[in-house]
């Protein structure tokens, strides 16, 4: 019996995938459970597994398609099976963009697609854009969706209806341009930011804390284990979970009919990658050792730069870190990762000139900035919870090692 290979959900919040590569082909024997093809998601680059045994009869999405979850990308099948009912037409490949030059057509903009007539028409927001895109009124789309909605698929071929209308032509920039398809993780950071910052009412902390012994604790560490070694970014992420554990409010979601408030901490680290960020998660920071928090820290960051992580390990996350200091970054504002009710950043470690016990000294200093989400954290609470986290970082000897 065939067996229908469709694009799965291979994280918690992918809607679409990317295929990057086949591993298997037209004609290949496979069994359920082998991996038929790299598939990019907004978080890694994950397997696709066969679901059933037979033959791959036939590919039907081109690699370097972007495909929806749910969609038919290959079939199983015998070998002289007839899957005439359900093949269908592979894909084509998609055509590269011509490289852009100074004599390149100038751009046009079409104007925006008349509303429907007769009132709200019921369409995804996917479905909008490529809409805009293309031109089309969605007012004389058939829906195929639940309910008649207008889903993406209706709009492959839909005719452009603003097609004759006047359109404005714009001067190509001096210096040519190039347009880069947006890559899944960065139209996740999209979607994320989207999310975020419309309709969560950031406010911001700021402190200053002084690292000196914070600085002389790390180097006797790591000189008493060089084989081991601790950053500084093990030390906040540590020190954060122990002052989240004695402020348990700030430990939250934010699930729009009530607050979720954790026992436990998990720390989501922002870990930058080729094209966006990725934040993998240290679960039980709090009672977790700073070597195993090191190790593991390193380990996670390694796997995400090389988009290896798997769906549990990137998120659950109860509080987030985000650390721009190596690159020199003083201070900054960092926004929430939803439902997360905040998250810390860290700028660097600089020396500069304070009064300490009476007298103008160079002492290391380190900013950090706390975005709280209002709806969970009033000001004092967020003050509260970074005036410990200070505390224990300017007497590092509070915490158990």
């Known amino acids: 019996m065939a067996t229908k290979v469709l694009m799965e959900a291979l994280s918690p919040t992918m809607e679409e995938g990317r295929v990057i590569k086949w591993l298997k082909k037209e004609g290949d024997t496979v069994k359920s459970g082998e991996t038929l093809a790299e598939v990019e998601t907004d978080k890694a680059v994950m397997e696709l597994v066969a679901r ?8 039907l999405v081109a690699e370097g398609t972007t495909v929806e979850v749910g969609k038919m990308v290959a079939v199983i099948a015998g070998a002289d099976e007839d899957i005439s009912a359900i093949g269908g037409a592979p894909a084509k490949t998609p055509a590269a963009a011509p490289a852009p030059t100074q004599s390149a057509p100038a751009l046009a903009s079409a104007p925006a697609p008349t509303p429907a007539p007769t009132g709200r028409v019921r369409a995804s927001p996917l479905a909008r854009r490529l809409a805009t895109e293309k031109g089309v009124d969605l007012g004389g789309v058939a829906g195929s969706g639940p309910g008649g909605r207008i889903i993406k698929r209706d709009l492959e071929g839909a005719a452009a209806t603003t097609a004759s209308a006047p359109v404005t032509r714009l001067p190509t920039p001096t210096g040519g341009f190039r347009d880069v398809p947006l890559t899944q993780i960065r139209k996740t950071i999209a979607k994320r930011l989207s999310q975020s910052l419309a309709p969560i009412p950031h406010f911001f902390l700021t402190s200053e804390i002084d ?3 914070a600085w002389d604790a790390r180097e006797a560490l790591n000189k008493l284990d060089a084989g081991h070694r601790v950053s500084f970014n093990d030390l906040i992420v540590k020190f954060t979970a122990l002052a989240l554990m004695k402020h348990p409010e700030c430990n939250a979601w934010w699930m729009d009919d009530r607050i979720r408030y954790f026992g436990e901490v998990h720390i989501g680290m922002a870990v930058a990658v080729e094209d966006g960020l990725i934040t993998p998660v240290i679960r039980n920071a709090e009672s977790k050792g700073l070597r ?16 290896k992580l798997k769906p549990d390990e990137y998120t659950g996350s109860t509080f987030s870190i985000s650390n721009l200091g190596m690159l020199d970054i003083q201070h900054f504002t960092a926004v929430i990762n939803p439902p997360e009710a905040a998250i810390l950043a860290v700028g660097s470690i600089v020396q500069e000139p304070v009064v300490h016990e009476g007298h103008v000294v160079a002492r290391r200093r380190m900013r950090v900035t706390m975005s709280c989400d209002h709806r969970v954290i009033d000001g004092a609470t967020g003050a509260r919870f970074l005036q410990t986290l200070r505390q224990m970082l300017e007497n590092p000897l509070t915490m158990v090692w």
């Open 292 to 307: 195993e928090i090191a190790a593991e820290s390193r380990d996670l960051a390694e796997r995400a730069r090389a988009r």
């Open 52 to 59: 059933g045994d037979g033959v791959l009869r036939k590919v």
């Open 211 to 213: 690292m000196e012994r």
